[in-house]
Protein backbone atom coordinates (compact mmCIF):
# COMPACT_ATOMS: atom_id res chain seq x y z
CA UNK A 1 0.00 0.00 0.00
CA UNK A 2 2.64 2.21 0.61
CA UNK A 3 4.63 1.22 -2.20
CA UNK A 4 1.38 2.26 -4.34
CA UNK A 5 1.21 5.30 -2.73
CA UNK A 6 4.27 6.32 -3.13
CA UNK A 7 4.34 5.90 -6.97
CA UNK A 8 1.12 7.69 -7.25
CA UNK A 9 3.03 10.72 -5.47
CA UNK A 10 5.56 10.19 -7.82
CA UNK A 11 3.14 10.18 -10.73
CA UNK A 12 1.64 13.42 -9.73
CA UNK A 13 4.87 15.27 -9.14
CA UNK A 14 5.91 14.12 -12.42
CA UNK A 15 1.93 15.28 -13.94
CA UNK A 16 2.68 18.42 -12.00
CA UNK A 17 6.36 18.78 -13.43
CA UNK A 18 4.58 18.33 -17.05
CA UNK A 19 1.61 20.81 -15.96
CA UNK A 20 4.36 23.38 -14.87
CA UNK A 21 6.48 22.86 -17.91
CA UNK A 22 3.74 23.51 -20.06
CA UNK A 23 2.52 26.91 -18.16
CA UNK A 24 5.98 27.71 -18.67
CA UNK A 25 6.17 27.13 -22.34
CA UNK A 26 2.47 28.42 -23.64
CA UNK A 27 3.80 31.80 -21.01
CA UNK A 28 6.84 32.37 -23.23
CA UNK A 29 4.89 31.35 -26.70
CA UNK A 30 2.72 34.36 -25.14
CA UNK A 31 5.37 36.60 -24.46
CA UNK A 32 7.08 35.98 -27.41
CA UNK A 33 3.64 36.59 -29.18
CA UNK A 34 3.22 39.72 -27.33
CA UNK A 35 7.03 41.06 -28.17
CA UNK A 36 6.68 40.24 -32.02
CA UNK A 37 2.96 42.21 -31.68
CA UNK A 38 4.40 45.10 -30.38
CA UNK A 39 7.29 44.80 -32.80
CA UNK A 40 4.88 45.19 -35.22
CA UNK A 41 2.82 47.49 -34.51
CA UNK A 42 5.64 49.49 -33.64
CA UNK A 43 7.13 49.02 -37.39
CA UNK A 44 3.43 49.71 -38.51
CA UNK A 45 3.27 52.88 -36.85
CA UNK A 46 6.62 54.01 -37.84
CA UNK A 47 6.12 53.19 -41.36
CA UNK A 48 2.50 55.33 -41.45
CA UNK A 49 4.26 58.04 -39.86
CA UNK A 50 7.18 57.77 -42.73
CA UNK A 51 4.11 57.33 -45.47
CA UNK A 52 2.75 60.93 -43.92
CA UNK A 53 5.86 62.45 -44.23
CA UNK A 54 6.40 61.80 -47.27
CA UNK A 55 2.84 62.62 -48.60
CA UNK A 56 2.92 65.72 -46.91
CA UNK A 57 6.52 66.43 -48.66
CA UNK A 58 4.88 65.52 -52.15
CA UNK A 59 2.22 67.84 -51.42
CA UNK A 60 4.71 70.30 -50.45
CA UNK A 61 6.54 69.79 -54.10
CA UNK A 62 3.12 69.90 -55.61
CA UNK A 63 2.31 72.86 -54.35
CA UNK A 64 5.69 74.76 -55.38
CA UNK A 65 5.58 73.01 -58.69
CA UNK A 66 1.89 74.47 -59.08
CA UNK A 67 3.28 77.81 -58.54
CA UNK A 68 5.56 77.75 -61.28
CA UNK A 69 3.77 76.11 -63.58
CA UNK A 70 0.24 75.26 -64.42
CA UNK A 71 -1.58 72.56 -63.11
CA UNK A 72 -1.86 70.73 -66.76
CA UNK A 73 1.60 71.36 -67.76
CA UNK A 74 2.38 70.52 -64.57
CA UNK A 75 0.88 67.21 -64.46
CA UNK A 76 2.08 66.36 -68.18
CA UNK A 77 5.77 66.81 -66.60
CA UNK A 78 5.24 64.17 -63.81
CA UNK A 79 3.99 61.81 -66.33
CA UNK A 80 5.55 61.71 -69.51
CA UNK A 81 9.22 63.97 -68.29
CA UNK A 82 7.99 67.11 -70.92
CA UNK A 83 5.28 69.01 -71.93
CA UNK A 84 4.24 69.64 -75.20
CA UNK A 85 3.67 73.59 -76.75
CA UNK A 86 0.10 73.92 -77.45
CA UNK A 87 -1.71 76.56 -79.66
CA UNK A 88 -4.16 78.96 -78.94
CA UNK A 89 -6.12 80.76 -81.13
CA UNK A 90 -7.70 83.59 -79.05
CA UNK A 91 -5.38 84.90 -75.85
CA UNK A 92 -5.47 88.07 -74.62
CA UNK A 93 -1.74 89.10 -73.93
CA UNK A 94 -0.74 91.87 -70.95
CA UNK A 95 2.17 93.93 -70.36
CA UNK A 96 2.73 96.54 -67.80
CA UNK A 97 5.64 98.44 -67.07
CA UNK A 98 6.58 101.06 -64.17
CA UNK A 99 7.06 104.76 -66.09
CA UNK A 100 10.66 106.57 -64.77
CA UNK A 101 11.59 102.78 -62.84
CA UNK A 102 15.26 103.48 -63.32
CA UNK A 103 15.22 107.15 -61.88
CA UNK A 104 13.32 106.71 -58.70
CA UNK A 105 15.16 103.28 -57.85
CA UNK A 106 17.99 105.55 -57.40
CA UNK A 107 16.10 107.16 -54.58
CA UNK A 108 15.52 103.76 -52.77
CA UNK A 109 17.82 101.02 -51.14
CA UNK A 110 18.10 97.82 -52.95
CA UNK A 111 15.45 96.52 -50.31
CA UNK A 112 13.15 99.01 -50.46
CA UNK A 113 12.66 99.22 -53.96
CA UNK A 114 12.48 95.49 -53.88
CA UNK A 115 9.49 95.80 -51.29
CA UNK A 116 7.45 97.80 -53.11
CA UNK A 117 7.98 96.42 -56.65
CA UNK A 118 6.45 92.96 -54.17
CA UNK A 119 3.69 95.08 -52.88
CA UNK A 120 2.84 95.67 -56.25
CA UNK A 121 2.86 92.70 -57.92
CA UNK A 122 1.34 90.78 -55.58
CA UNK A 123 -1.87 92.80 -56.04
CA UNK A 124 -1.61 92.45 -59.40
CA UNK A 125 -1.13 88.25 -58.57
CA UNK A 126 -4.42 88.56 -56.97
CA UNK A 127 -6.19 90.62 -60.08
CA UNK A 128 -5.11 87.94 -62.44
CA UNK A 129 -6.22 85.32 -60.13
CA UNK A 130 -9.59 86.84 -60.03
CA UNK A 131 -10.15 87.34 -63.54
CA UNK A 132 -8.98 84.05 -64.73
CA UNK A 133 -5.54 85.49 -66.13
CA UNK A 134 -2.05 83.05 -65.87
CA UNK A 135 0.69 84.92 -64.65
CA UNK A 136 3.58 84.83 -67.32
CA UNK A 137 6.67 86.23 -65.59
CA UNK A 138 8.11 89.67 -63.82
CA UNK A 139 11.33 90.91 -65.53
CA UNK A 140 12.38 93.31 -63.86
CA UNK A 141 9.54 95.87 -62.98
CA UNK A 142 7.78 94.72 -66.20
CA UNK A 143 4.58 92.10 -65.55
CA UNK A 144 3.45 89.53 -68.53
CA UNK A 145 0.25 87.97 -68.02
CA UNK A 146 -2.26 86.04 -70.19
CA UNK A 147 -5.95 84.91 -70.34
CA UNK A 148 -7.16 81.93 -72.10
CA UNK A 149 -4.49 79.66 -71.55
CA UNK A 150 -3.72 77.07 -70.34
CA UNK A 151 -7.58 76.37 -70.44
CA UNK A 152 -9.62 78.18 -73.85
CA UNK A 153 -11.81 80.07 -73.32
CA UNK A 154 -14.13 82.98 -75.09
CA UNK A 155 -13.84 85.47 -72.34
CA UNK A 156 -10.38 86.86 -72.03
CA UNK A 157 -10.43 89.92 -73.86
CA UNK A 158 -13.17 91.52 -71.40
CA UNK A 159 -11.21 89.53 -68.30
CA UNK A 160 -8.01 91.39 -69.36
CA UNK A 161 -9.44 94.54 -69.70
CA UNK A 162 -11.43 94.50 -66.37
CA UNK A 163 -8.01 93.13 -65.10
CA UNK A 164 -6.04 95.71 -66.40
CA UNK A 165 -8.50 98.22 -65.38
CA UNK A 166 -8.53 97.41 -61.33
CA UNK A 167 -4.71 97.46 -62.18
CA UNK A 168 -4.83 100.71 -62.77
CA UNK A 169 -7.08 101.49 -60.02
CA UNK A 170 -5.12 100.13 -57.76
CA UNK A 171 -2.00 102.14 -58.62
CA UNK A 172 -3.66 105.92 -58.43
CA UNK A 173 -5.00 104.57 -54.98
CA UNK A 174 -1.57 103.15 -54.02
CA UNK A 175 0.64 106.36 -55.45
CA UNK A 176 -1.78 108.75 -53.52
CA UNK A 177 -0.64 106.52 -49.90
CA UNK A 178 2.72 107.11 -51.13
CA UNK A 179 2.73 110.37 -51.58
CA UNK A 180 0.80 111.25 -48.37
CA UNK A 181 3.94 109.24 -46.77
CA UNK A 182 6.45 111.37 -48.96
CA UNK A 183 7.84 108.21 -50.37
CA UNK A 184 8.45 107.81 -54.00
CA UNK A 185 5.82 105.93 -56.20
CA UNK A 186 5.65 104.15 -59.55
CA UNK A 187 2.81 104.68 -62.53
CA UNK A 188 1.92 102.73 -64.92
CA UNK A 189 1.42 101.76 -68.14
CA UNK A 190 -0.56 99.16 -69.54
CA UNK A 191 -1.36 97.59 -72.73
CA UNK A 192 -3.47 94.79 -73.98
CA UNK A 193 -3.30 92.57 -77.45
CA UNK A 194 -5.42 89.71 -78.41
CA UNK A 195 -4.45 87.13 -80.75
CA UNK A 196 -2.71 83.26 -80.80
CA UNK A 197 -0.09 82.19 -79.47
CA UNK A 198 1.96 79.02 -78.39
CA UNK A 199 2.32 78.49 -75.01
CA UNK A 200 4.68 75.74 -72.81
CA UNK A 201 7.54 74.76 -71.29
CA UNK A 202 10.91 73.92 -73.48
CA UNK A 203 14.26 73.51 -72.16
CA UNK A 204 15.39 70.87 -69.56
CA UNK A 205 16.58 73.08 -66.91
CA UNK A 206 14.76 75.57 -64.72
CA UNK A 207 11.54 74.80 -66.43
CA UNK A 208 8.93 77.92 -67.08
CA UNK A 209 5.96 78.25 -68.33
CA UNK A 210 5.92 80.79 -71.65
CA UNK A 211 4.17 82.32 -74.62
CA UNK A 212 4.95 83.14 -77.85
CA UNK A 213 3.61 84.39 -81.03
CA UNK A 214 3.00 87.93 -82.47
CA UNK A 215 0.55 88.32 -80.30
CA UNK A 216 3.06 88.54 -77.40
CA UNK A 217 4.82 91.05 -79.51
CA UNK A 218 2.48 93.55 -80.16
CA UNK A 219 1.07 93.59 -76.65
CA UNK A 220 4.79 94.54 -75.61
CA UNK A 221 4.28 97.31 -77.69
CA UNK A 222 0.92 98.48 -76.80
CA UNK A 223 2.02 98.89 -73.67
CA UNK A 224 5.30 101.01 -74.81
CA UNK A 225 2.98 102.76 -76.44
CA UNK A 226 0.47 103.56 -73.96
CA UNK A 227 -0.01 106.05 -71.57
CA UNK A 228 -0.11 106.12 -67.56
CA UNK A 229 -2.87 105.71 -65.78
CA UNK A 230 -4.69 104.14 -68.86
CA UNK A 231 -5.28 100.99 -70.25
CA UNK A 232 -4.24 100.91 -73.97
CA UNK A 233 -5.77 98.38 -76.16
CA UNK A 234 -4.84 97.33 -79.85
CA UNK A 235 -7.79 97.08 -82.32
CA UNK A 236 -8.20 93.24 -82.40
CA UNK A 237 -9.22 93.76 -78.65
CA UNK A 238 -11.03 96.54 -79.22
CA UNK A 239 -13.71 94.42 -81.31
CA UNK A 240 -13.83 91.85 -78.72
CA UNK A 241 -14.76 94.13 -76.39
CA UNK A 242 -16.68 97.27 -77.73
CA UNK A 243 -19.65 96.34 -76.39
CA UNK A 244 -18.67 95.81 -72.91
CA UNK A 245 -16.93 99.42 -72.74
CA UNK A 246 -16.17 102.96 -73.48
CA UNK A 247 -13.49 103.64 -75.35
CA UNK A 248 -11.04 106.48 -76.53
CA UNK A 249 -9.97 105.85 -80.68
CA UNK A 250 -6.60 107.00 -80.06
CA UNK A 251 -6.35 107.09 -84.03
CA UNK A 252 -3.09 105.30 -85.91
CA UNK A 253 -0.44 105.17 -83.34
CA UNK A 254 3.43 104.76 -84.62
CA UNK A 255 4.79 101.48 -82.78
CA UNK A 256 8.36 100.31 -82.51
CA UNK A 257 9.20 97.39 -85.61
CA UNK A 258 5.02 97.34 -86.53
CA UNK A 259 4.08 100.77 -88.53
CA UNK A 260 0.88 103.13 -87.46
CA UNK A 261 -1.83 100.62 -85.24
CA UNK A 262 -5.22 101.91 -84.66
CA UNK A 263 -4.99 101.88 -80.74
CA UNK A 264 -7.65 103.06 -77.88
CA UNK A 265 -7.90 104.23 -74.73
CA UNK A 266 -10.41 101.72 -72.22
CA UNK A 267 -12.33 104.65 -69.92
CA UNK A 268 -14.47 102.45 -68.30
CA UNK A 269 -17.14 99.53 -68.54
CA UNK A 270 -20.22 100.53 -70.03
Not at 235 to 257: L, M, S
Request: proline share 2%; hydrophobic share 35%.
Amino acid sequence: MAKEQKAEAEAQKARNGQYLIGLIGGGIVLLLSVIAFVQKFNSNRKLNSKNKEIELERQKSDTLLLNILPEETAQELKETGHAQPQSYDLVTVMFTDFKGFTQISEKLTPENLVKKLEYCFTEFDKICDKYDLEKIKTIGDAYMCAGGIPVSNTSNPKDAVLAGLEMQQFMKEWKEQQEKLGEPTFELRLGIHTGSVVAGVIGKNKFAYDIWGDAVNLAARMESSGKVGKVNISETTYNHVKDDFECEHRGKITAKNKGEIDMYFVESVK
